[in-house]
């Protein structure tokens, strides 16, 4: 019965991965051709408070408190232990929580809507974008804010190990976000409805995929089925997963003010294109990783030690050499790519894209130990570590930067990680493993 658990873990693995590649890549396409869209259509200026509204749009999701992210380790421990009501009970309870916090969010929304000034607060008092400011700014966290119950549809499915049914309604939400935008700015629409064309892709796509599945019965919410007590574990977990996430964003969220701090704005700017360049194949190693969570879930509390250790060394293995190869390509490709999409002028250190490849490969190989724990539901110890070596980042940010320019700031990040924060995840994640095993 192992044995064929196994292989049924192993083929959902793989549909996942496969599936996820393509919407990735789809994704990232259209975000380089929404990119110059936005730019030409609202020029320098209003393009500046575009991307400001839109950042504040992508930061509401970490407002369900971590429960999506603790949802998934929930679920996936209770598919190991065959036991559907739980898996029920914590879907139905959650989406009470998540609504509950959207509704009284939204009320906060119209208040800052009706008693806020948009326009001094975003820093564009006085200028042409300055009308923009509050509509704009409103539609982006009202579309954020609508998505965040139905979007725990897709932390369900990564649980049950169906990452690929999420990757056929991302892949359309993608489609129907880029259609809406080109002809938002044929029509001349203005910024808020730009704003609406970006929300709606994700809002269809997680209503869809909501829909389909809880169409099943065994997960359809029921107010009986809620249980606060029962959830307290899972509620737990996810403030945990949300000050893991909070602390790791601060590692990296850092960079651009620095360097426009230390060094200027053009070292800003270098650092944040440096930045899109590989993030995008970082990206694509997180959709491959994704699914290792669920599955070391599941395998840890069947009790499937030996499948969980053979897992964990081949992805270490495979993530290494995939990101170094692809590291290896970016490098050769960057600058002459980087002139095609913005110009001959753009040019960006050969020191600042190295440190950028060495980010890229050594998170890859933390990433997947991350997995495990993740799934293992070892989170304590990853804030500590995690809050430790975004501080350790920080004050050597602030010294690299002077010593090495640009790249110093990246390199600091990548000395931190590689020196401090990947060895203690490594070392915890077999003795986890060793521990387990002899408990079984």
């Known amino acids: 019965?192992?044995?064929?658990?196994?292989?049924?873990?192993?083929?959902?693995?793989?549909?996942?991965?496969?599936?996820?590649?393509?919407v990735r890549m789809l994704q990232i396409v259209s975000g380089l051709l929404i990119v110059p869209l936005a730019y030409r259509y609202l020029g320098a200026e209003r393009y500046g408070l575009w991307a400001a509204v839109t950042a504040i749009g992508q930061m509401v999701p970490l407002a369900d408190l971590g429960i999506g992210n603790g949802l998934i380790t929930a679920i996936s421990a209770a598919t190991g232990r065959e036991e559907p009501e739980r898996i029920r009970s914590a879907v139905s309870t959650a989406m009470l929580?998540?609504?509950?916090?959207?509704?009284?969010?939204?009320?906060?929304?119209?208040?800052?809507?009706?008693?806020?000034?948009?326009?001094?607060?975003?820093?564009?008092?006085?200028?042409?974008?300055?009308?923009?400011?509050?509509?704009?700014?409103?539609?982006?966290?009202?579309?954020?804010?609508?998505?965040?119950?139905?979007?725990?549809?897709?932390?369900?499915?990564?649980?049950?190990?169906?990452?690929f049914r999420n990757s056929v309604w991302d892949a359309s939400g993608v489609v129907v976000t880029l259609g809406l935008f080109v002809a938002a700015t044929r029509l001349d629409a203005g910024m808020a409805v730009l704003a609406v064309a970006l929300g709606t892709g994700p809002l269809l796509a997680a209503c869809c995929n909501g829909i389909e599945l809880w169409r099943r019965r065994n997960l359809t919410p029921r107010w009986v089925a809620i249980d606060f007590t029962g959830f307290r574990p899972v509620a737990r977990l996810g403030l945990l997963y949300f000050a893991l996430a909070c602390s790791a964003a601060l590692a990296t969220a850092a960079d651009n003010v620095i360097a426009i701090r230390l060094l200027g704005a053009e070292s800003a700017a270098a650092?944040?294109?440096?930045?899109?360049?590989?993030?995008?194949?970082?990206?694509?190693?997180?959709?491959?990783?994704?699914?290792?969570?669920?599955?070391?879930?599941?395998?840890?509390?069947?009790?499937?030690?030996?499948?969980?250790?053979?897992?964990?060394?081949?992805?270490?293995?495979?993530?290494?050499?995939?990101?170094?190869?692809?590291?290896?390509?970016?490098?050769?490709?960057?600058?002459?790519?980087?002139?095609?999409?913005?110009?001959?002028n753009a040019d960006l250190p050969t020191g600042l894209l190295l440190a950028n490849a060495a980010w890229l490969v050594s998170q890859s190989v933390g990433n997947v130990f991350a997995m495990l724990l993740n799934g293992a539901g070892v989170i304590r110890f990853q804030i500590i570590v995690s809050v430790s070596y975004a501080l350790i980042a920080l004050a050597l940010k602030l010294w690299l930067a002077h010593v090495l320019g640009i790249a110093g700031i990246v390199w600091a990040t990548v000395a931190s990680y590689v020196l401090f924060l990947l060895p203690l995840y490594a070392r915890y994640a077999w003795r986890h493993l060793a521990r387990i095993a002899a408990a079984g």
């Open 271 to 344: 650092v944040g294109i440096a930045g899109k360049v590989f993030g995008a194949s970082q990206a694509v190693v997180i959709v491959a990783l994704m699914p290792l969570w669920p599955a070391f879930g599941e395998a840890l509390a069947r009790g499937d030690h030996q499948w969980a250790r053979r897992a964990l060394w081949r992805a270490v293995i495979l993530s290494f050499c995939v990101s170094a190869a692809g590291a290896g390509v970016l490098l050769a490709i960057a600058k002459p790519a980087i002139h095609i999409w913005l110009g001959r």
């Open 97 to 163: 929580i998540v609504g509950t916090i959207a509704a009284l969010l939204l009320v906060v929304l119209g208040l800052l809507v009706l008693f806020s000034d948009w326009a001094r607060w975003l820093n564009v008092a006085g200028t042409d974008a300055a009308g923009d400011a509050r509509p704009a700014g409103a539609v982006c966290v009202l579309m954020a804010l609508l998505t965040l119950p139905v979007g725990l549809a897709a932390k369900i499915r990564i649980g049950l190990q169906e990452t």
């Open 1 to 22: 019965m192992t044995a064929e658990h196994a292989r049924r873990r192993n083929r959902r693995m793989l549909w996942s991965m496969l599936a996820g590649f393509p």
